[in-house]
C-alpha cells in the first residue's frame, strides 16, 4: 500500500465529525491493505507506532524538507526505516537520526509529510482512537464488532486482532482468550455522585470496596513464574520483588489477578501517592528502595484461578475464588450491603483511614475487560475527573516567565476529540508550576511565545471541583465550578480520561 493512500485516509477521518463516516473510510482502506500491512496500517491510523519510540521528538520535526512531487513510498518502506532509526544508538546516533529520517521526508509528498509529521509527533488529532478503529476493524472484515472488541481487550493489541479477523474472520477471534502472562486491559469505573446514587445505579445493593491510592497492578502467575503489569500493560515485574514473593507464597499454581500496589507508614495508613509512585517507578538499586519504603499488594479480583478463567462469571464468584487462595490481609477491605447508612460508615471510616473514598461494584457483572463499565462506580468525599490538558497560559505577577493557567478537556467519544470544560491554576505548588513550564514546553503543539500555548492532548490531571454548572462560555454547554488541581496522571494515557457523557451525567443529577 502507498504511504499516500494512508495519509489521504487520515486527512479524510480528520475532516469529519461523524463516527460512522469515519469508520466507513478507515474499514474502506483496510479493505485494501494486504494482510501483511493490516497490523501496521491499524497502529499508525490509530497513531502508535509498532516500534513505540525510535528516537524522533518534536524538535525533529519542527523544518521538514521540500516535499516529493509524486507518491511513491510505501508503508512497508517506511515502517523498515522507521526501525533502522529506532535502533540507530551511540556516538553521533542524534546526526545520523536525523539523516535517515530526512530522507524519509524528503521522498515523502506535502499530505504525506503531513501525516508522518503528526504520527511521529504523538499528534495524529483524526478521531480514529481505539473505539473507532474497533468498528472499522469489524466492519473490513465483517465479523461483529463485539467479537473484535472482546479479542482486543483479552491479548491488548488491536492490530494483531486486526490481521486474525482478515485472515480468519470470527472463527479466528473466538481463538482469543485469557492466557496467563499475558496482560488483559484492566476494568475500568464511572463515577458515582454519592453512597445513594450508587446504590440506586447498582439496583439498590452493592459490593463496597476500600478505594486505595495505589498504583494499579495486575499479577500473574504460572507456576513458579510471576509477571506484573501497570494499567497500561507494561511489565513491571523487576521493580516489585516483594509483591513477587508475596504471589508466589499463595496457595495456587495459576493466577490472574486484580489489585493496588501502595506503600504504608509503619501504623498502617497509607504514605501519599508521590511516596508510592516514586518507589513503583524506581528501576535502579531496587533493593535498598524496597527496603526503605516496601510496597504492599492488596488484591480485589480475580480473573483466573488454577486453569479456570472466571472474566465472564458473576462478581460474587470471582470474588469467591479470591477469598479461596487470597488471605485477608491481602485483599482490599471489603462490605455487601443494600443499607445507605451502613454503606455511608463504611465510606467514613475508609476516609478515617486515610484512603481516597471507596468502589461501589454489581455482584453480578462479569469483568468488563478494558471498558469503563456501569457495575463498578467510583465515590470520593470530593468530585473529580481525569481531564487531558489542552492548552496552557503564561502566567502573570508571581507566575511570571511559568506556565499556569490550564485548559481542561473531557474526552469526546463520538468525534475522538476533546471539549473543553474550564481552566485552572488553583492548587498547584511551585514545584509542580516549574515541573509543568518544562513539561508542557516539550508538548507543544505551534508557538510558546503567544498568551495561550496549545498543547498535544496527552497529559492527563486528576481535576477536583465543587460542582459543573451551565455555561454559554464553552462549547459542551458546561463549565467546572471552583476546579482545582489534586495530581498529574502519568499514569493514565489520555484515551482513558473521563468522558463528555459522564460530565453530562453529573450536570444533570440533582
Known amino acids: 500500500m502507498l504511504l499516500a493512500e494512508l495519509a489521504a485516509a487520515s486527512a479524510d477521518v480528520g475532516a469529519t465529525s461523524a463516527r460512522l463516516a469515519k ?9 485494501l491493505a494486504d494482510p501483511q500491512e493490516i497490523p501496521l496500517v ?21 523544518t521538514l524538507p521540500a516535499p516529493a512531487d509524486a507518491p511513491a513510498l510505501t508503508v512497508r518502506e517506511v515502517d523498515a526505516a522507521f526501525t533502522v ?18 530522507k524519509v521526508l524528503g521522498s515523502a509528498t506535502a499530505g504525506e509529510q503531513l501525516f508522518l509529521r503528526r504520527l511521529l509527533g504523538g499528534d495524529l488529532r483524526q478521531g480514529a482512537l481505539l473505539g473507532v478503529m474497533t468498528d472499522a476493524v469489524a466492519r473490513s472484515a465483517e465479523v461483529p464488532v463485539a467479537q473484535v472488541r472482546r479479542a482486543a481487550m483479552l491479548c491488548g493489541d488491536l ?49 463496597l470496596e476500600a478505594k486505595l491510592d495505589g498504583a494499579r497492578v495486575q499479577v500473574h502467575r504460572s507456576g513458579a513464574d510471576v509477571a506484573i503489569y501497570t494499567r497500561t500493560l507494561d511489565d513491571v515485574t523487576a521493580r516489585l520483588p516483594e509483591i513477587v514473593e508475596a504471589v508466589l507464597a499463595l496457595p495456587v499454581t495459576s493466577l490472574v489477578a486484580d489489585g493496588e500496589a501502595i506503600a504504608l507508614r509503619p501504623d498502617g495508613r497509607p504514605h501519599r501517592f508521590q511516596v508510592t509512585a516514586s518507589r513503583f517507578g524506581r528501576r535502579t538499586d531496587v533493593d535498598s528502595a524496597r527496603g526503605a519504603v516496601p510496597l504492599h499488594a492488596f488484591l480485589f479480583d480475580a480473573l483466573h484461578v488454577d486453569g ?117 491554576f488553583k492548587g498547584m505548588t511551585d514545584t509542580m508550576l516549574a515541573w509543568q513550564t518544562e513539561h508542557f514546553l516539550a508538548l507543544a ?36 465550578r471552583f476546579a482545582r488541581v489534586l495530581r498529574y496522571r502519568d499514569d493514565k494515557p489520555a484515551s482513558e480520561a473521563d468522558t463528555i457523557d459522564t460530565v453530562r451525567l453529573l450536570h444533570e443529577r440533582p
Open 23 to 31: 469508520v466507513g473510510r478507515l474499514a474502506a482502506l483496510l479493505r
Open 159 to 207: 492490530p494483531a486482532v486486526a490481521a486474525a479477523a482478515r485472515a480468519g474472520g470470527a472463527a479466528a477471534l473466538a481463538d482469543f482468550g485469557l492466557q496467563v502472562g499475558r496482560p488483559i486491559s484492566p476494568m475500568l469505573a464511572q463515577t458515582a455522585t454519592g453512597i445513594t446514587d450508587a446504590l440506586d445505579r447498582l439496583g439498590g445493593s452493592a459490593l
Open 445 to 480: 503543539d505551534g508557538p510558546t511565545d503567544e498568551w495561550v500555548v496549545q498543547l498535544r492532548p496527552e497529559q492527563v490531571v486528576e481535576i477536583a471541583f465543587d460542582g459543573i454548572q451551565t455555561s454559554s462560555r464553552y462549547p459542551g454547554g458546561m463549565a467546572l
Open 308 to 424: 479456570a478463567d472466571l472474566l465472564e462469571h458473576p462478581t460474587s464468584e470471582r470474588l469467591a475464588a479470591l477469598d479461596a487462595v487470597v488471605p485477608a490481609s491481602a485483599r482490599v477491605e471489603r462490605l455487601v450491603t443494600a443499607d445507605a447508612g451502613a454503606a455511608q460508615a463504611f465510606l467514613d471510616a475508609t476516609l478515617a483511614n486515610g484512603h481516597e473514598g471507596v468502589m461501589a461494584k454489581s455482584l453480578t457483572a462479569p469483568y468488563e475487560a478494558g471498558r469503563r463499565g456501569a457495575g463498578w462506580l467510583k465515590i470520593k468525599p470530593v468530585h473529580t475527573l481525569d481531564l487531558v490538558v489542552l492548552a496552557v497560559e503564561w502566567g502573570s505577577g508571581r507566575r511570571q516567565g511559568k506556565l499556569s493557567n490550564i485548559h481542561l478537556g473531557a474526552r469526546d467519544p463520538a468525534s475522538g476529540g476533546f471539549v473543553m470544560l474550564g481552566k485552572t
Open 42 to 62: 491499524v497502529s499508525w491510523l490509530a497513531g502508535e507506532l509498532p516500534q513505540r519510540q525510535i528516537g524522533v521528538g518534536w524538535a525533529a520535526l519542527r
Open 85 to 102: 532509526i529506532g535502533a540507530t544508538s551511540g556516538t553521533g546516533s542524534q546526526a545520523r537520526r536525523a539523516a535517515l529520517l530526512a
